[in-house]
């Protein structure tokens, strides 16, 4: 307890200081800048009066002036004390003159102004006219027009809410959480029914295991705003259950931008630990997140096993190796020696000494060009930042007491643990985008996509495990995942020769995951409270070298007719086709000793990983036949090493046609608008396991025919939605669709297999059959002005073959195996709640402070079938709940942010974002474990100096200090904690300049 006072009073000292630097300038620029008076005001339609967005405001013989804004305000500061004459404008509108407004020093004044349609009857024109981008009217506009169900958060929200990437930030959208700190839940359904899409372009993903993409490896900078498609249409690809996520980039800006951005942040847990912040000897180039080679295996390496038993015995010739150049076992051991040797870096951690950490961010974009003719530009945006991380709390695992069901205990033979968790990772992305338009009809653009984000980390835990009464464990991991997408859009415009409209798309995409050199080596603690190795029950200093690439091709076309009488009746139809070929690969190997004899030694905890040093190995003199040293040996881990790689295809191809049109009932044809249509998609998944040493594929059990799994998977997947317009600011929305969700890569593979990251085992099924969803939606909306919403609405999703997971023990009770299975039902509905107000506190004159608000409040559950047949035929009793929750799904999900904009330049804001309970982990029996709820708020605050281009921030995250706490939630209440971990209090603070 006195720590944590301890660690409260830094913290609270930390936030005083920052707020002191931060505010107390501020406020002195801010007070200086306040001395002159300032014209505020709105200007409408003086018969609707609705705002005009765009209108010119200037006074008279200045050089003083503005434009509104999507609320139809205008603001002109900084004005001397004067008398003035207002002339205001607007295109389709006489112009309007007020003389003699009388500005007293300090003082500000309101004038709103009523615009009247000119009354010249002008030729028609058609103007396009494109709404500020990133923007929350923009956002709404969007939500509003569109004919299928969106939530989205834009650019300015996710500036207030302080979220430093999407993943961060796609918890304020209506019924979203995030699992594992990077993968999105819409709905209370994980990512496998959750596609995720950069400018409506696919992504390849570095995730072994997944065909997900982490959503933390997208910076919030590059992001103009993300959107939630939550009900389905024809032309968006079948597998759709939660939802589709679409992350916009920028094409290019409506002027010349030139934006610099720097920044600090620091975190008070990791400065109150400096002492426990080790790492491994590491490359020239890690502060970047670019591994130099120093981790890698060695391009000299052999291609093939590297047994301790190398050679075989052939008759007549005796023992043969797969090396020429070795005659005899001791030759072999010397070349073990001299593999292990050339492996860097070290077991032996230094300690680490923090720089501070920043980030940096530019954008770069220009417009050019005749609008009328020819029109570009282009956009650039470049970002990297960079942390460090620190967590140390409670790991354990629980078992339920035989014969004693519902009753768990912490037993001897399973995990009690504290468990620290430090490293360093960086994140650089980019984006660049050009753009063209001919003659406003043809419009081009091209846009690349590079993210790269890497993460230097090391475990390091205490305590008791399955086998061990006490011991320290370490794990270090070094991993770097990059993905690249490139895509070319066309959009036509052949109004020429009726209202058509062609879209088209092509993108190439490639991710990839390079992890080298992770590394395990574990103690036990002796009588005399010495370490020695683990050796006996588990192979001591493991070393693994993982690697994976993920390819995509990607092409899109699409035609739309829209009906020249009446934009509403329209036509759409067109093609796809995606190709996806990934390659991941794992080579394992331990330390092993070329004699019985050999010792590892007894250590005290300075000395820990010192057994595996390069001096420790064997040494062998060749010319004199002489061994100079007996020692470590590396020896390759050949357990399953058949299928430590795979390999995998998969074809999509679909059509589509949707019609839409508004239906002549009851007389409510200008009302009632119905979007229906259909999509054929074929589908096609190949999996070959492979031997990634000699890239020989895997073999069935008679050796003769090479394991393969295939899944094709055609599907007729209709959509209807039903919008009704009940007034001109109010829309009631019905939505019915069928989507589908399919296995995993290696989820249909007839063979068992350990996950590329966790202990458990997991076994494929190639009789998985792909989960068939049934979606159900109504949401009424409710737009009181442009930028304010009140919606209510209800979805429900019903399954037929969920894919789940069947747990069984093997081994023992504490050996968790886990398989694929179709379960026999499942289903997840609930209600979604959003509000958005600007609130009356403060005039006008002084600025705007707003409201938004979302809730979801849902049940799911899954029923697993009594018996699951395993692959082989043999049937088993699945251990797990027969009925529980969806993985990932929070019963209640609440987001607020309050923002204030003053127009003397400060923002501010507050957010809240609240999860209940949500399950984690499938185990045995009642044991399953569910992450505990969390409150979470944060602010930000700046400063836009009036007369000067730049801008100061600062965030300030975890202001409660809440823990992440994961446990086993009983049905009496009571909670078995499984990890506690404290992530402490984060600020940081920017300062960006506009050229």
């Given at each position: 307890?006195?720590?944590?006072?301890?660690?409260?009073?830094?913290?609270?000292?930390?936030?005083?200081?920052?707020?002191?630097?931060?505010?107390?300038?501020?406020?002195?620029?801010?007070?200086?800048?306040?001395?002159?008076?300032?014209?505020?005001?709105?200007?409408?339609?003086?018969?609707?009066?609705?705002?005009?967005?765009?209108?010119?405001?200037?006074?008279?013989?200045?050089?003083?002036?503005?434009?509104?804004?999507?609320?139809?305000?205008?603001?002109?500061?900084?004005?001397?004390?004067?008398?003035?004459?207002?002339?205001?404008?607007?295109?389709?509108?006489?112009?309007?003159?007020?003389?003699?407004?009388?500005?007293?020093?300090?003082?500000?004044?309101?004038?709103?102004?009523?615009?009247?349609?000119?009354?010249?009857?002008?030729?028609?024109?058609?103007?396009?006219?494109?709404?500020?981008?990133?923007?929350?009217?923009?956002?709404?506009?969007?939500?509003?027009?569109?004919?299928?169900?969106?939530?989205?958060?834009?650019?300015?929200?996710?500036?207030?809410?302080?979220?430093?990437?999407?993943?961060?930030?796609?918890?304020?959208?209506?019924?979203?959480?995030?699992?594992?700190?990077?993968?999105?839940?819409?709905?209370?359904?994980?990512?496998?029914?959750?596609?995720?899409?950069?400018?409506?372009?696919?992504?390849?993903?570095?995730?072994?295991?997944?065909?997900?993409?982490?959503?933390?490896?997208?910076?919030?900078?590059?992001?103009?705003?993300?959107?939630v498609l939550k009900t389905y249409s024809a032309e968006m690809p079948g597998e759709f259950g939660g939802g589709g996520i679409i992350l916009d980039t920028k094409a290019y800006p409506d002027q010349r931008v030139i934006d610099v951005s720097f920044g600090l942040s620091g975190n008070t847990y990791i400065s109150n630990n400096y002492d426990h912040l080790f790492s491994n000897v590491g490359g020239k180039n890690d502060f970047w997140g670019y591994d130099d080679g120093t981790r890698a295996l060695p391009k000299e390496f052999p291609d093939y096993v590297v047994k301790k038993q190398?050679?075989?015995?052939?008759?007549?010739?005796?023992?043969?190796?797969?090396?020429?150049?070795?005659?005899?076992?001791?030759?072999?051991?010397?070349?073990?020696?001299?593999?292990?040797?050339?492996?860097?870096?070290?077991?032996?951690?230094?300690?680490?000494?923090?720089?501070?950490?920043?980030?940096?961010?530019?954008?770069?974009?220009?417009?050019?060009?005749?609008?009328?003719?020819?029109?570009?530009?282009?956009?650039?945006?470049?970002?990297?930042?960079?942390?460090?991380?620190?967590?140390?709390?409670?790991?354990?695992?629980?078992?339920?007491?035989?014969?004693?069901?519902?009753?768990?205990?912490?037993?001897?033979?399973?995990?009690?643990?504290?468990?620290?968790?430090?490293?360093?990772?960086?994140?650089?992305?980019?984006?660049?985008?050009?753009?063209?338009?001919?003659?406003?009809?043809?419009?081009?653009?091209?846009?690349?996509?590079?993210?790269?984000?890497?993460?230097?980390?090391?475990?390091?835990?205490?305590?008791?495990?399955?086998?061990?009464a006490e011991g320290i464990f370490i794990s270090d991991k070094y991993i770097e995942k990059t993905v690249r997408s490139l895509s070319l859009n066309g959009d036509h415009k052949l109004n020429k020769i009726g209202s058509h409209n062609i879209e088209w798309n092509a993108t190439i995409g490639n991710s990839t995951r390079y992890e080298p050199r992770s590394m395990q080596h574990n103690y036990r603690f002796t009588d005399d409270r010495y370490l020695s190795v683990i050796a006996s029950s588990t192979e001591p200093g493991i070393v693994d070298y993982i690697d994976g690439d993920d390819?995509?091709?990607?092409?899109?076309?699409?035609?739309?007719?829209?009906?020249?009488?009446?934009?509403?009746?329209?036509?759409?139809?067109?093609?796809?086709?995606?190709?996806?070929?990934?390659?991941?690969?794992?080579?394992?190997?331990?330390?092993?000793?070329?004699?019985?004899?050999?010792?590892?030694?007894?250590?005290?905890?300075?000395?820990?990983?010192?057994?595996?040093?390069?001096?420790?190995?064997?040494?062998?003199?060749?010319?004199?036949?002489?061994?100079?040293?007996?020692?470590?040996?590396?020896?390759?881990?050949?357990?399953?090493?058949?299928?430590?790689?795979?390999?995998?295809?998969?074809?999509?191809?679909?059509?589509?046609?949707?019609?839409?049109?508004?239906?002549?009932?009851?007389?409510?044809?200008?009302?009632?608008?119905?979007?229906?249509?259909?999509?054929?998609?074929?589908?096609?998944?190949?999996?070959?396991?492979?031997?990634?040493?000699?890239?020989?594929?895997?073999?069935?059990?008679?050796?003769?025919?090479?394991?393969?799994?295939?899944?094709?998977?055609?599907?007729?997947?209709?959509?209807?939605?039903?919008?009704?317009?009940?007034?001109?600011?109010?829309?009631?929305?019905?939505?019915?669709?069928?989507?589908?969700?399919?296995?995993?890569?290696?989820?249909?593979?007839?063979?068992?297999?350990?996950?590329?990251?966790?202990?458990?085992?997991?076994?494929?099924?190639?009789?998985?059959?792909?989960?068939?969803?049934?979606?159900?939606?109504?949401?009424?909306?409710?737009?009181?002005?442009?930028?304010?919403?009140?919606?209510?609405?209800?979805?429900?999703?019903?399954?037929?073959?969920?894919?789940?997971?069947?747990?069984?023990?093997?081994?023992?009770?504490?050996?968790?195996?886990?398989?694929?299975?179709?379960?026999?039902?499942?289903?997840?509905?609930?209600?979604?709640?959003?509000?958005?107000?600007?609130?009356?506190?403060?005039?006008?004159?002084?600025?705007?402070?707003?409201?938004?608000?979302?809730?979801?409040?849902?049940?799911?559950?899954?029923?697993?079938?009594?018996?699951?047949?395993?692959?082989?035929?043999?049937?088993?009793?699945?251990?797990?709940?027969?009925?529980?929750?969806?993985?990932?799904?929070?019963?209640?999900?609440?987001?607020?942010?309050?923002?204030?904009?003053?127009?003397?330049?400060?923002?501010?804001?507050?957010?809240?974002?609240?999860?209940?309970?949500?399950?984690?982990?499938?185990?045995?029996?009642?044991?399953?474990?569910?992450?505990?709820?969390?409150?979470?708020?944060?602010?930000?605050?700046?400063?836009?100096?009036?007369?000067?281009?730049?801008?100061?921030?600062?965030?300030?995250?975890?202001?409660?200090?809440?823990?992440?706490?994961?446990?086993?939630?009983?049905?009496?209440?009571?909670?078995?904690?499984?990890?506690?971990?404290?992530?402490?209090?984060?600020?940081?603070?920017?300062?960006?300049?506009?050229?």
């Amino acid at each position: 307890m006195i720590l944590e006072h301890k660690n409260g009073e830094k913290a609270m000292k930390l936030l005083i200081k920052l707020c002191y630097w931060f505010l107390v300038p501020v406020a002195l620029v801010g007070s200086v800048s306040a001395q002159s008076g300032s014209i505020v005001g709105k200007i409408t339609d003086i018969e609707s009066g609705e705002a005009l967005i765009g209108a010119n405001v200037f006074l008279e013989g200045t050089s003083f002036g503005s434009a509104t804004d999507f609320e139809g305000n205008y603001f002109i500061q900084n004005l001397p004390p004067g008398t003035y004459t207002i002339v205001a404008n607007y295109i389709g509108y006489e112009k309007k003159i007020i003389e003699d407004i009388e500005l007293i020093d300090e003082n500000s004044i309101t004038i709103d102004i009523e615009l009247s349609a000119g009354a010249i009857e002008l030729q028609a024109v058609e103007v396009e006219v494109e709404a500020k981008e990133g923007t929350e009217r923009e956002e709404l506009q969007q939500k509003r027009e569109s004919t299928v169900l969106e939530d989205a958060i834009s650019a300015d929200q996710i500036s207030k809410s302080g979220d430093s990437n999407a993943a961060e930030a796609m918890r304020r959208v209506t019924g979203v959480t995030i699992r594992d700190g990077k993968f999105p839940v819409v709905r209370g359904l994980g990512e496998r029914y959750t596609a995720v899409q950069v400018n409506s372009s696919p992504l390849p993903s570095p995730e072994p295991d997944k065909k997900a993409v982490p959503l933390d490896l997208f910076p919030t900078s590059l992001i103009n705003g993300i959107k939630v498609l939550k009900t389905y249409s024809a032309e968006m690809p079948g597998e759709f259950g939660g939802g589709g996520i679409i992350l916009d980039t920028k094409a290019y800006p409506d002027q010349r931008v030139i934006d610099v951005s720097f920044g600090l942040s620091g975190n008070t847990y990791i400065s109150n630990n400096y002492d426990h912040l080790f790492s491994n000897v590491g490359g020239k180039n890690d502060f970047w997140g670019y591994d130099d080679g120093t981790r890698a295996l060695p391009k000299e390496f052999p291609d093939y096993v590297v047994k301790k038993q190398g050679g075989k015995y052939v008759i007549g010739e005796g023992w043969v190796y797969p090396d020429s150049s070795i005659s005899n076992f001791l030759g072999w051991y010397n070349k073990l020696s001299q593999l292990g040797r050339s492996l860097n870096p070290g077991f032996v951690h230094k300690k680490q000494t923090p720089k501070q950490p920043f980030s940096f961010s530019l954008k770069n974009g220009q417009k050019w060009g005749n609008k009328s003719f020819i029109e570009g530009g282009y956009f650039i945006n470049l970002n990297f930042s960079n942390k460090y991380y620190y967590k140390n709390g409670l790991s354990k695992t629980y078992l339920e007491q035989s014969g004693n069901e519902g009753a768990l205990s912490l037993v001897s033979s399973l995990e009690d643990r504290m468990l620290s968790t430090n490293g360093y990772s960086t994140s650089l992305a980019s984006s660049i985008s050009f753009g063209i338009k001919l003659w406003q009809m043809h419009d081009f653009k091209l846009n690349f996509i590079y993210s790269h984000k890497s993460d230097d980390k090391m475990y390091r835990s205490s305590g008791s495990t399955a086998n061990v009464a006490e011991g320290i464990f370490i794990s270090d991991k070094y991993i770097e995942k990059t993905v690249r997408s490139l895509s070319l859009n066309g959009d036509h415009k052949l109004n020429k020769i009726g209202s058509h409209n062609i879209e088209w798309n092509a993108t190439i995409g490639n991710s990839t995951r390079y992890e080298p050199r992770s590394m395990q080596h574990n103690y036990r603690f002796t009588d005399d409270r010495y370490l020695s190795v683990i050796a006996s029950s588990t192979e001591p200093g493991i070393v693994d070298y993982i690697d994976g690439d993920d390819n995509l091709l990607n092409l899109d076309l699409k035609y739309k007719y829209v009906n020249s009488n009446d934009e509403r009746i329209q036509f759409k139809t067109g093609l796809a086709y995606q190709n996806k070929f990934r390659n991941f690969s794992k080579r394992s190997f331990y330390h092993g000793v070329s004699h019985a004899s050999v010792s590892y030694g007894l250590l005290d905890s300075t000395q820990l990983g010192e057994p595996f040093s390069k001096n420790k190995f064997f040494l062998y003199n060749e010319d004199a036949d002489r061994i100079i040293q007996k020692g470590l040996i590396l020896v390759e881990r050949s357990d399953g090493i058949s299928r430590n790689g795979y390999r995998a295809d998969q074809y999509v191809d679909a059509a589509f046609v949707q019609f839409q049109s508004p239906v002549p009932i009851f007389g409510l044809s200008d009302k009632l608008l119905l979007i229906a249509g259909i999509r054929s998609e074929n589908y096609d998944l190949k999996v070959y396991p492979y031997n990634p040493v000699t890239g020989v594929r895997d073999f069935s059990q008679n050796d003769t025919i090479p394991t393969e799994s295939k899944q094709l998977d055609p599907k007729i997947l209709p959509a209807l939605n039903l919008n009704f317009n009940a007034t001109d600011n109010t829309i009631l929305r019905l939505a019915y669709s069928k989507t589908v969700a399919r296995g995993e890569f290696r989820e249909i593979a007839p063979f068992a297999y350990q996950e590329f990251y966790g202990k458990a085992i997991r076994i494929g099924n190639p009789d998985l059959k792909p989960s068939e969803i049934t979606n159900y939606d109504i949401r009424y909306e409710w737009y009181p002005t442009p930028t304010e919403l009140l919606s209510v609405g209800y979805f429900n999703k019903d399954f037929v073959n969920p894919i789940d997971i069947a747990v069984f023990t093997a081994g023992g009770s504490d050996r968790i195996n886990l398989m694929f299975m179709n379960a026999e039902s499942a289903k997840t509905s609930g209600f979604e709640f959003e509000a958005r107000k600007t609130l009356p506190f403060i005039p006008v004159t002084m600025g705007l402070m707003r409201l938004s608000f979302n809730a979801t409040i849902s049940q799911s559950e899954v029923q697993s079938p009594e018996s699951v047949t395993f692959f082989t035929g043999d049937p088993f009793t699945p251990v797990s709940e027969k009925n529980r929750p969806l993985q990932g799904q929070s019963d209640i999900i609440v987001n607020s942010l309050l923002s204030l904009r003053l127009n003397s330049g400060y923002n501010l804001a507050l957010s809240y974002n609240y999860n209940s309970k949500k399950l984690v982990s499938l185990q045995s029996f009642k044991a399953s474990e569910y992450e505990l709820p969390s409150h979470d708020v944060n602010v930000t605050a700046s400063k836009d100096f009036q007369k000067l281009p730049f801008r100061l921030g600062i965030k300030l995250k975890n202001l409660l200090q809440q823990k992440e706490e994961y446990a086993i939630v009983q049905e009496n209440g009571s909670n078995y904690y499984t990890s506690t971990f404290d992530p402490g209090f984060s600020w940081s603070m920017s300062f960006s300049y506009k050229f």
